[in-house]
């Protein structure tokens, strides 16, 4: 399986990813605090797939020639329509394709897009109001007190737009950030403290729930892990 970036962050998708597969790969389908879209074409056939957060790794498969590209929202960034915490944990929408491949959504067809003008087709769904950004999400992301708001209110908008609690979107970036470390060639021990854990048990029991593998699998890179 081969994956990579095609382009960085620009307006509400944090960058734009492909990835193909030329014989059938599993890899580990690592836990995220984004909810994306993602374009799969399997047997000549191209599906869309909304998709919410996950707060646990999941073991899947890549099937043989098989293209992938897709993005990650901006935290806060969401389609009304289809609640992140409704897709969470690979509960996916399929959006409904027409025969001459466009995008069937809120009644409209849609073209379908390409990882190279990827931000035009968000660019349109946010004109048409199929896309919102609640920047309340940030603000307590960051720790912000949102003082125009009741607390019960801005952690309500908090959950509809990211589909988890600020704790466990936390946990999920503290076992990411532990995984960059450990690539970056980051001692175990050391990834422990720098990362904000207890203790070395308690990375490894993280990281086997939200990564899939162990801090030894992922620093010896034997780990096939998902974007």
Not at 2 to 10: I, K, L, Y
Not at 151 to 167: H, N, P, W
Not at 195 to 202: E, K, S, V
Request: aromatic share 8%.
């Amino acid at each position: 399986m081969t994956s990579r970036f095609v382009s960085g962050p620009d307006g509400v998708l944090t960058g734009v990813w492909t990835a193909e597969c030329d014989s059938p790969t599993g890899f580990s389908s690592l836990a995220t605090s984004h909810p994306g879209i993602g374009f799969a074409r399997i047997g000549g056939k191209w599906a869309v797939h909304l998709r919410g957060p996950a707060t646990k790794a999941s073991p899947m498969t890549c099937p043989a020639d098989a293209e992938f590209f897709g993005s990650d929202f901006r935290l806060g960034a969401y389609l009304p329509m289809f609640p992140p915490a409704r897709l969470s944990n690979l509960r996916d929408a399929i959006l409904p394709t027409l025969s001459d491949g466009r995008i069937l959504l809120d009644g409209r067809a849609w073209e379908m897009p390409t990882p190279d003008n990827l931000d035009v087709f968000f660019t349109r769904l946010e004109r048409a109001g199929l896309l919102a950004f609640d920047p309340v999400v940030e603000e307590l992301r960051h720790g912000v007190a949102v003082r125009r708001l009741p607390e019960r209110t801005a952690q309500s908008r908090f959950v509809r737009a990211v589909g988890l609690s600020r704790r466990k979107l936390q946990l999920i970036e503290r076992a990411r950030h532990a995984v960059h470390l450990l690539h970056g060639g980051v001692a175990i021990a050391e990834v422990v403290t720098t990362a904000g854990f207890y203790d070395q048990p308690q990375l490894t029991r993280s990281l086997r729930q939200l990564i899939g593998h162990t801090p030894a699998e992922v620093a010896r890179g034997t780990a096939v892990l998902g974007l």
